[in-house]
């Protein structure tokens, strides 16, 4: 077989099956989005030594700094293979990067400044920066987008299904009744608070060399703030919040916020896929399909919540990564281990499994057709579910043990209708404006009120 890497030989089925779904996330969190992001770095801390400027870099000519930023800007794939050839030599992926920008340099007749690219460094410097870039541009151009798209499709059908009655169902059994888009409106108030907790989560970046003191900056040229310098860098050029306070790593603590956080998202998701699930499998939603498609290869009739289940098994697969991400990178011995660098390579691939997951959530609602006549034929065929209703009277008028008198009702009564209710009420030592009220209690109109 041939060892091209294509949608048919991926090893993993973010690249491969799902490969249409998730293609968008390779500008974020691909290997040469990566060599992209560390290029763009290094660039843009070499112009702000400029713009100190240290009185080596003086001489640069400041209307180059377009030219420069055309090195990330108008990044190829031949670039990034170039790159990795040198990394072959190297076996070092930043030094790599750094060879490569010198290259680039040479190409500009720029090699008097070029032992300026990454002076004073470390390579997580780069890595730490790099990274949480890509994560905030991925998060906030591709996969959050799509989030509020399911956040909205879902308050549309809430909206829309606001006042339909609906036999609610507590541990599985019949309930007080509730509303539709109520239901479905728990789920959008649950995701739009949880979205709003990403706004006090900031994007960090480490920088400040060896082990986080500016040590190598701070000898060659004390005269500088370098802690303002890299906050300035950072903030303002890259939009990003520094850690001031760091081993040679970045702490990754708010990284980790940030994957509890959508874990928590997607395991709301999860919540609703199985409600969605159990709906359809009431018979409460009927599905919509395209011609031709088959739900069962065996059994002709078969409609399956295929899209639900997909986006369930989707987010659990993020939820594990993301739990493992956010359990071990806060994690490093002493001044830095290197077991966060290949954890953080794999940040893209619970982000690709929850984008996925919300796409087949958005098929999913698509598809969805309010089955009104099951639902109210449920409703009619469980009266039991107005006991409730009737005590809760009761006790307002000081009827003696209402509780009591209803639980006895449905405990004798094989099946409690209209009727069995209705002879119930009758039988009552009340008024009969009590009895005129209790009577016009149905489980169609006993739906409480909601607010949204």
């Known amino acids: 077989m041939e060892s091209t890497l294509t949608p048919l030989t ?39 030594l400029c713009e100190l400027p240290l009185p080596q870099l003086t001489s640069f000519n400041g209307t180059l700094a377009t030219v420069l930023r055309q090195i990330y800007t108008d990044f190829s794939l031949s670039d990034a293979r170039r790159v990795k050839d040198i990394e072959k030599i190297t076996n070092h992926d930043v030094k790599a990067v750094e060879y490569f920008l010198k290259e680039k340099f040479d190409q500009l007749h720029l090699a008097p400044f070029k032992e ?43 909206r829309r299904w606001k006042d339909i009655p609906m036999l609610a169902r507590t541990h599985g059994q019949p309930a007080s009744p509730t509303r539709t888009g ?9 995701l739009n608070r949880q979205l709003a907790l990403f706004d006090a989560v900031p994007f960090t970046a480490k920088f400040g060399g060896a082990t986080g003191n500016f040590n190598a900056h701070a000898v060659a040229y004390p005269e500088f703030d370098w802690f303002a310098f890299a906050d300035r860098l950072l903030q303002e050029r890259l939009g990003l919040v520094r850690s001031r306070n760091t081993t040679q790593i970045e702490h990754y603590d708010n990284l980790a916020a940030f994957c509890d956080n959508l874990k928590r998202i997607n395991t709301i998701l ?39 289940e997909n986006a369930e098994g989707n987010l659990g697969v993020a939820n594990a990564l993301f739990a493992h991400l956010s359990a071990k990178l806060p994690v490093s011995r002493l001044q830095r281990d290197l077991t966060d660098s290949t954890v953080t390579r794999n940040i893209g691939v619970p982000m690709a499994h929850t984008l996925i997951a919300l796409k087949s959530l958005l098929r999913g609602l698509d598809k969805l057709i309010l089955n009104e006549e099951v639902i109210r034929r449920d409703l009619r065929n469980n009266w039991a579910v107005v006991a409730e ?49 209790l009577l016009g209690i149905t489980p169609e109109n006993y739906i409480g009120v909601c607010e949204f």
């Open 182 to 190: 109520k239901e479905i409106y728990v789920f959008v108030e649950r």
């Open 389 to 437: 209703a009737i005590q809760t009277v009761l006790r307002r008028e000081g009827y003696p043990e209402p509780y009591e008198a209803l639980k006895a009702l449905t405990r004798t009564h094989t099946r409690i209708d209209q009727g069995a209710i209705t002879e119930f009420i009758q039988s009552l030592d009340v008024t009969d404006e009590v009895k005129s009220e």
């Open 116 to 158: 300026f690219i990454h002076f004073g460094l470390t390579s997580q410097d780069i890595n730490n920066t790099a990274l949480p870039y890509g994560l905030k541009k991925g998060w906030l151009d591709v996969v959050k987008p799509v989030l509020i798209e399911v956040i909205d499709a879902l308050t549309d059908k809430a």
């Open 10 to 48: 991926a090893i993993s089925p973010v690249d491969g099956r799902y490969r249409k779904s998730t293609e968008r996330l390779s500008a974020f969190f691909s290997e040469a989005a990566l060599i992209k992001y560390r290029l763009m770095v290094e660039v843009e801390y070499f112009l702000s």
């Open 270 to 308: 999860i919540d609703l896929a199985q409600d969605a699930w159990s709906y359809i499998s009431l018979d409460y939603f009927k599905q919509q399909i395209k011609a031709g498609e088959i739900g069962s290869s065996a059994m002709p009739h078969k409609v399956n919540p295929i899209d639900f």
